[in-house]
């Protein structure tokens, strides 16, 4: 009879994080994971079979966590018009509480030379706007206020500028106005 298991993707892919945080991306190797975690190189493996997937289930947790988020946010607004991106701006008026995410940042280099990781991104990124787009009252102010709500998280995330809470709040404020303007304009083709 084999042993039950004991360890987790879930903390394989913390101490992933960590080792990202305070080495960098290219310092991440499947021994210095085992090592963040404390259990074997082979623990590892069984999860992880080498570096790319290490990377690829990192990226697909982190957008599986902000799926998460913003289906609650969503789900919260239900009844409500243009839910989707407003639950979207919801879940951003909690960004300025976290620092730039090293995470993120680091993960960038390991994207822009993988296909396959790119891949990850732009499923994403079409199921997003594809979202937005069928959930809004004016799918094309939605889609511009989804390209200022992306801008806004990336000049954060690079840690690039750094808003007052009352400055993010009322750009949060215009955005979300943007996105609920009503008009005749359509979504691009």
Known sequence: MARPRTIDLDRILDAGERVVMRDGASNLTLDAVAAEAGISKG???YDCKNKHALIKAIIERKISNEDKKI????AALDGQKNTEI???IVV????LKEEAEPVALQLCSALAQDEDLQGL???SCDRT???VAETSENPGAALVAM???EGLRSLHLMGFH???PAEFADLLAEIERVATTQGDVTAPD
């Open 162 to 164: 750094k808003w007052s």
């Open 129 to 131: 706007l594809s979202r």
């Open 86 to 88: 407003r639950g979207r």
């Open 121 to 123: 991104i732009r499923t």
């Open 92 to 95: 951003a008026a909690d960004w």
């Open 43 to 45: 623990s590892v493996l």
């Open 71 to 74: 289906d609650e946010a969503v």
């Open 147 to 149: 390209l200022a709500l």
